[in-house]
C-alpha cells in the first residue's frame, strides 16, 4: 500500500517531536531483550569518540541480563594457561546489527543470500541523518524517539517504540533509492507491523536493515558511515559494528 | 632482545622471498584451526571487490569443520516461524580476529583491557603494506609467504607459518610507531615464539594485532584501512571485519 498514509508515516518517523509516540506493547522477534542496558562499563549515552572526536562509534553492546555473559573464558590464566580465550555465544540480532534478505523471506534464505553476500559498498561510504530524502540518496540513519527516551538503555525492552509500519516501509522502497535504513531500536519495523514491515524492506534483496543504532546526541547531518558486519555464512543476520566519521 | 637478530627477522618478514619459510609445527593457541577453507560459498583466494573495485574485503570467513557450524537456527520459517533467527557460537580468534591486551597479558586482563577498549582510530585510518617502515607509520598489514603458500586456505591448520619472533616484535615496539600489525595467518607471532612474542606486542596495551587476514592478491601500497570488531565487554579477543579502500 503506497500513497498518503506511507507518506504520513514516513514523515512522523522523519519528523517526530520529542515525546510522541507510535504503537502498542510486549514481544520481540529479535532473540534478545533490549541490548545495551548496564552491559559495558564505558558504553553510555554520551557520545563515544576516538581519533580526537572525528569518529564516533554508534554501536551498542550486545548484552543479555536474562541468558547471562555472551562471552565466556574457555582458557584463563588465572588457572594456570599461558593465554586468555574467550568463546561468544550470543543471538545474531543482539545489540546493533544487520538483517540479511533471508532473515524473513524464505525464498532468499533459501537462495542463501546471507549476511556474507551484503554489499560493503552500501555498508561504507556517506549516510545521511537527515529530515528530506531526496532521490539519489542511498543511507538514512533515523534517529527517532527511540533516542530521545533513551529506549535502548532501559532494561526489558519496550515495544511502544517508533519504526516503519507495512505501508511507510513499502513508500520508502517504491520512493526512494535508500538502500541501507538504519534505526534506534530493535527493530526497523514497528511492534504493531513487525513481520510485514520487515517483508516490504527484505523482499528487496538489495535493502538492508542495520538496527539498534546508538544515536544518542548525534546531529543531524552528513557522515561517512562504515558498518562491518561478521562474515557469517549461512546467517540470516548479524551483530555489526558501526562508526561515523566527520 | 633487540639489535641485530630482530631486525633480522624483521626484514624477512618485510623482504621474504616466495617459497622461504620459517619455523616448526603443529599447536594453536588460537582456539580454532586455520579458519577460511570450504566454509565461504563465495570465499576463495581472489580479491572480493565491492563498489566496482574501490572497496576490498581481507576478511577470511571464520569457520571451523571439526566443530561444526558456528551458527544454527534457533526459529526456522520452514518449521513454521514467522521469521529465521540464528546464534552464533564460536571462539573468539577464529578467522580474522584481533587481540586484546588481555589476550597473553594477565595484569591488562584484570584490569579490563578488553577488545571494547581498543582504540577505533587505530583500526580505522590510512595503512600501509610496505617495504620500508618509515617513522611515523602506524598501521602495517604484513603479507608473507603465509599467503604465498596459501595457509589459510589449508584444511587443519599449518605450523610452518610466518610470524614475528619475540625479539622482532620487540624490536618493532622498540624503533617504530606502528600501532596496528597485521598479519596473515592466525597468529602475529610464531609458533616457536608463540607466547612470547605475543606478549611482547601485548605487553604494550596500544598495540592492536590483527590476525588471518585476506591478503591474496593484495599489492603492495598505501590504502585506506577500516577494521571493526565486535563491542564484546570483557573479551581478550573479538572476530573483525576488515576491508581496504583504494
Same mark, same amino acid.
Given at each position: ?96 546489527? #544487520?538483517?540479511?534478505?533471508? @532473515?524473513? +523471506?524464505? !525464498? &532468499?534464505? %533459501?537462495?542463501?543470500?546471507?549476511? *556474507?553476500?551484503?554489499?560493503? $559498498? ?65 527493530? #526497523?519495523?514497528?511492534?504493531? @507491523?513487525? +513481520?510485514? !514491515? &520487515?517483508? %516490504?524492506?527484505?523482499?528487496?534483496? *538489495?535493502?538492508?536493515?542495520? $538496527? ?35
Amino acid at each position: 500500500m503506497a500513497g498518503p498514509p506511507a507518506l504520513t508515516f514516513l514523515l512522523l518517523v522523519l519528523l517526530l517531536p520529542a515525546h510522541q509516540a507510535i504503537a502498542t506493547a510486549a514481544g520481540d522477534a529479535h532473540g534478545g531483550p533490549a541490548a545495551g542496558g548496564a552491559a559495558g562499563r564505558r558504553h553510555a549515552p554520551g557520545l563515544e569518540e576516538y581519533g580526537g572526536g572525528r569518529i564516533v562509534d554508534i554501536t551498542h553492546v550486545p548484552s543479555d541480563a536474562a541468558a547471562g555473559p555472551l562471552v565466556r573464558l574457555k582458557e584463563s590464566m588465572e588457572n594456570g594457561s599461558d593465554y586468555n580465550l574467550s568463546e561468544l555465544r550470543m543471538p545474531c540480532h543482539m545489540g546493533t546489527h #544487520v538483517d540479511a534478505p533471508g @532473515h524473513m +523471506i524464505q !525464498a &532468499h534464505f %533459501a537462495a542463501c543470500l546471507d549476511v *556474507d553476500t551484503l554489499d560493503l $559498498e552500501v555498508l561504507n561510504a556517506e549516510a545521511m541523518e537527515s529530515l528530506n530524502i531526496p532521490r539519489g540518496v542511498r543511507r538514512v540513519l533515523f534517529r527517532t524517539l527511540n533516542t530521545d527516551r533513551g529506549l535502548m538503555w532501559k532494561q526489558g525492552g519496550d515495544m511502544s517504540f517508533v519504526g516503519f509500519t507495512e505501508d511507510g516501509a513499502q513508500w520508502l522502497v517504491d520512493n526512494t533509492d535508500i538502500k541501507l535504513v538504519g534505526i534506534d531500536y530493535i527493530s #526497523v519495523a514497528s511492534f504493531d @507491523h513487525l +513481520i510485514t !514491515a &520487515h517483508v %516490504a524492506f527484505l523482499k528487496n534483496a *538489495d535493502i538492508i536493515p542495520v $538496527e539498534a543504532l546508538k544515536l544518542d546526541n548525534i546531529n543531524t547531518g552528513l557522515y561517512m558511515l562504515h558498518c562491518l558486519p561478521l562474515r557469517l555464512v549461512g546467517s540470516e543476520g548479524s551483530p555489526i559494528r558501526c562508526i561515523l566519521i566527520k
